[in-house]
Nanobody, 124 residues
Framework: QIQLVESGGGLVQAGGSLRLSCAASGRSALAYTMAWFRQAPGKEREIVAASQWGGRDTYYADSVKGRATISRDNAKNTVYLQMNSLKPEDTAIYYC?????????????????WGQGTQVTVSS
């Protein structure tokens, strides 16, 4: 099975940028649909972006379209989330997740493996 470790979170001012990293081990991330989710206090975990297995297609939540880019470095077995023009409402714990199968699930329940999360805080 695949293990996931996120990094790159932190405190950033509104309008700034962050790049989150998800280092995978155990299996190649290419064999999975990889996604970034986030969860703010008192809210449900929501999908931010996803990259279909093999890197074939991507999905972005409406709230981050035009501001986020999900990418893979296959040589490093790492998935990235670049977030630009950050807003205070982007504040959350960001999780990397992996799903078996050929589709791009958008619900957290459909993902099989999770990292521990990394905190992103955007100050106004």
């Amino acid at each position: 099975q695949i293990q996931l470790v996120e990094s790159g979170g932190g405190l950033v001012q509104a309008g700034g940028s962050l790049r989150l990293s998800c280092a995978a081990s155990g299996r190649s991330a290419l064999a999975y649909t990889m996604a970034w989710f986030r969860q703010a206090p008192g809210k449900e975990r929501e999908i931010v972006a996803a990259s279909q297995w093999g890197g074939r297609d991507t999905y972005y939540a409406d709230s981050v379209k035009g501001r986020a880019t999900i990418s893979r470095d296959n040589a490093k077995n790492t998935v990235y989330l670049q977030m630009n023009s950050l807003k205070p409402e982007d504040t959350a714990i960001y999780y990397c997740a992996a799903a078996n199968g050929i589709l791009i699930p958008t619900k957290a329940a459909n993902y099989d493996y999770w990292g521990q999360g990394t905190q992103v805080t955007v100050s106004s």
